[in-house]
């Protein structure tokens, strides 16, 4: 099949499954994943050898996203509320779980070098599917805002202690003194490229856009900078993830608060790339790991410990830091997934010990073995874990955008039922008395019988003033000009401001219904802009009080 085909043909199947998925009370990610598993080498599907290894830079690019949304989240106003807390917790969950895993695996397995590496990885934690399910349920308060800054710290810390025990592996198999500055002195260089190259790109893309008026250009400018930045980051081998995460930290904090114009496109552009993407890992999960010797009850012990460690964790770290207890009793359900950079540190462990004789050989394979198969099993349950948590947390649908504000108003709901009317028969100079009373600039005009007839302005007014002087003479029926639109009390309020954006205007008469000629209410553009902006806030406050 041609490339064009199985991508359409891949995020067709995976949103099915997400949608089948989302009909069961799951995940959308979960779906997707499961999808990928169907159709890949596990079940000789058509998504396995050269064909998912070409889909390699679709990968990068959904990382690279990803990573830049977690950094968007990460507002220095908010994070300074929760600093203290992040850190403690940061480290308490990362240690206490390097500390568990490895002691599990050398007490299985014997081998010190064993048990350095797999409790390393075992601190990592991946972000892609814990922002996906995040995202998905709209999640706000302080355990999301704590699990996004976790995961956005994690990598480089994870990176720290490998760096740390694959030294230290390395010199128990080799029989040499490690050293110091070799522990640390890599991994220190890669984060701080890393962040270089995302604090200059953000600060970079910032002032382009802050400079440019034209909107069809945020698209382009912001993805074409991710893109970059992953690219670059791939070129120096460096973590693109943290590039892109410091990128979207940068941004975000530079521009306004409310100004999220950016995100929120590439945020709409981006959901195919998810599908494709947690589809393809799906695809890449190989059921025959577990036919492997011994391996399923290393794996089941090291998913055991690997909890115990990250949900242990989470809690002294949150006790110690005063964190709320929301975050202290659930932040561990929230940091279960596994996947990139795991395997990416279990594949860095495999090159280092295959030169090293038969034995470190044997070890390199078990390793990557174990971190394959615990990969599997837990981007299956991750997100079901990562769902009770916040569900626990009460931070399900919190995170209300001006969208789903929107979403969920008819007209009637925000609009104007106090306010002046003009009859068709009123005087010149009944209609000034009439404005004089209103802040208004647009005025309704009705029959009668209180039948819409149109409207008003000031402008008209001003324009009888220099043109008639006939006070007596002309009445309301002979300056009104016709509605260019109206909309009804009982239409969605999405398609109101649709009208108002589209139209360029900012006043719309509300008759009753599409039948109907009688006058109910106006909206204001302003108004009802100023109403969303409020009703956003107060529901995303409710949480952070």
């Given amino acids: 099949m041609n490339t064009l085909l199985v991508i359409g043909l891949v995020i067709l199947l995976g949103a099915i499954g997400g949608r089948i998925f989302k009909k069961m009370n799951l995940p959308q990610v979960t779906g997707y994943i499961i999808i990928g598993?169907?159709?890949?080498?596990?079940?000789?599907?058509?998504?396995?050898?050269?064909?998912?290894?070409?889909f390699g830079p679709?990968?990068?690019?959904?990382?690279?996203?990803?990573?830049?949304?977690?950094?968007?989240?990460?507002r220095f106003d908010k994070f300074k509320r929760y600093s203290r807390s992040i850190y403690t917790i940061l480290f308490c969950e990362a240690f206490l779980t390097f500390i568990l895993v490895g002691t599990v695996a050398f007490l299985i397995t014997q081998k010190m070098y064993i048990g350095?590496?797999?409790g390393a990885i075992a601190s990592a934690t991946a972000?892609?599917?814990?922002?996906?399910?995040?995202?998905?349920?709209?999640?706000?308060?302080?355990?999301?805002?704590?699990?996004?800054?976790?995961?956005?710290?994690?990598?480089?810390?994870?990176?720290?202690?490998?760096?740390?025990?694959?030294?230290?592996?390395?010199?128990?198999?080799?029989h040499q003194r490690p050293s110091l500055v070799a522990t640390f002195a890599v991994p220190l260089l890669n984060i701080l490229i890393s962040v270089f190259i995302g604090v200059v790109a953000g600060t970079v893309l910032h002032l382009v856009l802050s400079r440019s008026r034209d909107r069809e250009r945020v698209l382009p400018f912001s993805l074409g900078t991710v893109?970059?930045?992953?690219?670059?980051?791939?070129?120096?081998?460096?973590?693109?993830?943290?590039?892109?995460?410091?990128?979207?930290?940068?941004?975000?904090?530079?521009?306004?608060?409310?100004?999220?114009?950016?995100f929120d496109t590439i945020k709409k552009f981006s959901e195919p790339i998810f599908i494709l993407f947690f589809v393809l890992v799906g695809a890449r999960l190989d059921v025959g790991i577990f036919n492997q010797k011994g391996i399923l009850t290393l794996a089941?012990?090291?998913?055991?410990?690997?909890?115990?460690?990250?949900?242990?964790?989470?809690?002294?770290?949150?006790?110690?830091?005063?964190?709320?207890?929301?975050?202290?009793?659930?932040?561990?359900?929230?940091?279960?997934?596994q996947a990139g950079i795991a395997v990416g540190l279990a594949i860095a462990a495999?090159?280092?010990?295959?030169?090293?004789?038969?034995?470190?050989?044997?070890?390199?394979?078990?390793?990557?073995?174990?971190?394959?198969?615990?990969?599997?099993?837990?981007?299956?349950?991750a997100p079901s874990l990562i769902k009770f948590g916040i569900k626990k947390a009460d931070e399900v649908n919190r995170n209300v955008t001006e969208d789903d504000v929107i979403g969920n108003h008819n007209v009637k709901d925000v609009m104007n039922e106090e306010f002046f009317i003009i009859k068709e028969n009123n005087s010149?100079?009944?209609?000034?008395?009439?404005?004089?009373?209103?802040?208004?600039?647009?005025?309704?005009?009705?029959?009668?019988?209180?039948?819409?007839?149109g409207i008003i302005s000031l402008g008209e007014i001003r324009d009888t003033f220099y043109e008639n002087q006939m006070d007596q003479l002309i009445v309301a029926g002979d300056i009104f000009r016709e509605a260019d639109v109206v909309v009804y009390a009982d239409q969605s309020l999405r398609e109101a401001v649709e009208i108002f954006k589209r139209k360029n205007i900012s006043y719309i008469p509300v008759l009753e219904h599409a039948d109907s000629e009688k006058l109910v209410g106006q909206l204001e553009y302003r108004k009802v802009t100023d109403y969303i902006t409020k009703e956003v806030l107060l529901r995303q406050q409710e949480l952070e009080v």
């Fill in 300 to 337: 089941i012990l090291y998913i055991v410990s690997r909890s115990m460690g990250k949900i242990a964790g989470a809690y002294i770290g949150g006790k110690i830091s005063g964190a709320k207890a929301s975050v202290t009793k659930y932040l561990g359900f929230c940091l279960f997934d």
């Fill in 37 to 54: 598993l169907l159709f890949g080498g596990s079940f000789k599907g058509f998504l396995c050898g050269s064909m998912i290894d070409s």
């Fill in 127 to 174: 972000p892609a599917a814990t922002y996906s399910v995040l995202e998905e349920y709209k999640a706000r308060g302080p355990l999301t805002m704590t699990t996004l800054s976790i995961v956005a710290l994690d990598d480089a810390l994870a990176l720290l202690i490998y760096g740390f025990a694959s030294v230290f592996a390395k010199s128990l198999i080799v």
């Fill in 116 to 118: 350095l590496i797999l």
């Fill in 58 to 74: 679709v990968i990068d690019l959904a990382l690279g996203i990803i990573g830049f949304m977690i950094g968007a989240e990460l």
């Fill in 428 to 453: 010149l100079h009944q209609i000034i008395d009439i404005m004089k009373k209103s802040e208004g600039y647009n005025f309704p005009v009705v029959k009668m019988d209180d039948k819409f007839l």
């Fill in 350 to 381: 495999f090159h280092m010990f295959s030169g090293l004789g038969a034995e470190a050989n044997a070890a390199g394979i078990l390793i990557i073995s174990i971190i394959t198969a615990t990969t599997f099993l837990l981007q299956l349950v």
């Fill in 227 to 262: 893109i970059f930045i992953v690219g670059i980051s791939i070129f120096f081998k460096v973590d693109s993830i943290l590039a892109t995460m410091v990128l979207g930290l940068v941004v975000s904090n530079l521009q306004p608060a409310d100004n999220r114009e950016m």
